[in-house]
T-cell receptor, first 117, second 110 residues
Framework: DTAVSQTPKYLVTQMGNDKSIKCEQN?????MYWYKQDSKKFLKIMFS???????INETVPNRFSPKSPDKAHLNLHINSLELGDSAVYFC????????????????FGPGTRLTVT | KQEVTQIPAALSVPEGENLVLNCSFT??????LQWFRQDPGKGLTSLLL?????REQTSGRLNASLDKSSGRSTLYIAASQPGDSATYLC?????????FGSGTRLLVRP
């Protein structure tokens, strides 16, 4: 009964390929996120979706396209992969997207380690 | 713009020692602060969430404190164990996302 799950856990691919990472949460949360953790272990937000609507897009190259088919799923598709895309990608969810009067606690998936060769 | 800093970047202590990890933030108008643990090659586990109206939050051997006026939070680990070895991250919500510090990598030596 995993709360936030991601597939695959590891992904090794060549430059120029297109790949997708999937995320699912069974917590009934309204908001889902994608974060990127670089080689220096620094975590930074990429996207946020609330009830299938995009609410954050943090200057991410348009080769990255998130898709939320429903509230429980947020997938990340990456076109024309580059060496610099190698990182660990974390999906997260939270019960509320607005801060005022809410707990705003995020729950993270196990991560997907992407290696581009 | 909120910035979150963690010092030290790495810490090595003998087993049994009490220790303090530090987290600083530039904008004191925070809603809450969350401490996470990340084991090598693994995801993030939420340890404690301390609301802006609280000064402390405790869970087992962990105690998090928050001083908004000075822009600081500390995570106190009592009687450290080798199993506590991990990277500890603090994070603050800002505009519908979490702003993370760079983490403190802790090694507890047997």
């Amino acid at each position: 009964d995993t709360a936030v799950s991601q597939t695959p856990k590891y992904l090794v691919t060549q430059m120029g390929n297109d790949k997708s990472i999937k995320c699912e949460q069974n917590l009934g949360h309204d908001t889902m996120y994608w974060y990127k953790q670089d080689s220096k272990k620094f975590l930074k937000i990429m996207f946020s979706y609330n009830n299938k609507e995009l609410i954050i897009n943090e200057t991410v190259p348009n080769r990255f396209s998130p898709k939320s088919p429903d509230k429980a799923h947020l997938n990340l598709h990456i076109n024309s992969l580059e060496l610099g895309d190698s990182a660990v990608y974390f999906c997260a969810s939270s019960p509320e997207s607005r801060l005022a009067g809410r707990r705003f606690e995020q729950y993270f998936g196990p991560g997907t380690r992407l290696t581009v060769t | 713009k909120q910035e979150v800093t963690q010092i030290p970047a790495a810490l090595s202590v003998p087993e049994g020692e009490n220790l303090v990890l530090n987290c600083s933030f530039t904008d004191s108008a925070i809603y809450n602060l969350q401490w996470f643990r990340q084991d090598p090659g693994k995801g993030l586990t939420s340890l404690l969430l301390i609301q802006s109206s609280q000064r402390e939050q405790t869970s087992g051997r962990l105690n998090a404190s928050l001083d908004k006026s000075s822009g600081r939070s500390t995570l106190y680990i009592a009687a450290s164990q080798p199993g506590d070895s991990a990277t500890y991250l603090c994070a603050i919500p800002s505009s519908y996302k979490l702003i993370f510090g760079s983490g403190t990598r802790l090694l507890v030596r047997p």
